[in-house]
């Protein structure tokens, strides 16, 4: 089955920097462009960045731009999300997410980031 399993995250200064990872099976992960999504307390779940799946097109929210880099490893069947210059806004609960054909999306299990002095 697709899974979707996250990993980094935690809490750090304002300034500082984070990598989340997000570790792809059960789907042919080369294939398919990937995302990245947060939800902060009270708000709707946003789109932060997306890779395609050969990683020659990076999107990134204009809140995020120039700060965060998204990348993947399709040997590994991993995408991740750079975090540089954290603010204490970039607070939220950060989720990856496949849409996969005929299939419908899936989400890893969402990671907290806690940007706090």
């Known amino acids: 089955q697709v899974q979707l399993v996250q990993s980094g995250g935690g809490l750090v200064q304002p300034g500082g920097s984070l990598r989340l990872s997000c570790a792809a099976s059960?789907?042919?992960?080369?294939?398919?462009?990937m995302s990245w999504y947060r939800q902060a307390p009270g708000k709707e779940r946003e789109l932060v960045a997306a890779?395609?799946?050969?990683?020659?097109?990076?999107t990134y929210a204009a809140f995020v731009k120039g700060r965060f880099t998204i990348s993947r490893d399709n040997a590994k069947n991993t995408v991740y999300l750079q975090m540089n210059s954290l603010k204490p806004e970039d607070t939220a609960v950060y989720y990856c997410k496949v849409h996969l054909e005929l299939r419908g999306d899936y989400w890893g299990q969402g990671t907290q980031v806690t940007v706090s002095s």
């Open positions: 059960g789907f042919t992960f080369s294939s398919y462009a």
């Open positions: 890779i395609t799946s050969g990683g020659g097109t990076l």
